[in-house]
């Protein structure tokens, strides 16, 4: 292959690497840049469940979810303050407040 036409898709690559980037609903779902720990302790990519897609395509300021157990909410928003902070381009802090060391170790295998 010439060189000229390796350079020029790598540049339309990038560009279209740059296009997902700038979507947040793409980045949430598409499974290729965040990573977490399934149930069984293996690190998988994250590919949002129903309920996931549901609070990353209608989220607003005030959402609420009733006895949302095991459905993956906390690791959604977790993951959406998160992105916020590396992609937003504000200077945000987030945290997490748990129940106790319980909770802790449960939800991030911390003892």
């Known amino acids: 292959m010439p060189k000229d036409s390796i350079d020029a898709n790598m540049i339309e690559e990038a560009k279209e690497i740059f296009a ?5 609903i793409r980045r949430m779902t598409s499974g290729n840049i965040y ?5 069984s302790g293996n690190i998988v990519p994250f ?8 609070y990353f395509e209608t989220k607003h300021t ?12 906390s ?5 959406d ?6 992609f937003s381009g504000k200077n945000l802090m987030c945290g997490v407040i748990t129940q106790g060391r319980e909770s802790d170790s449960y ?3 911390i003892s």
């Open 20 to 24: 997902n980037l700038k979507d947040k």
């Open 35 to 39: 990573k977490v720990m399934d149930k």
């Open 47 to 54: 590919i949002p469940n129903l309920f996931q897609r549901f």
């Open 62 to 73: 005030r959402n609420l979810f009733l006895k949302g157990r095991q459905i993956g909410i």
């Open 75 to 79: 690791t959604a928003v977790q993951l």
């Open 81 to 86: 303050y998160f992105d916020d902070m590396l």
């Open 107 to 109: 939800h991030y295998g």
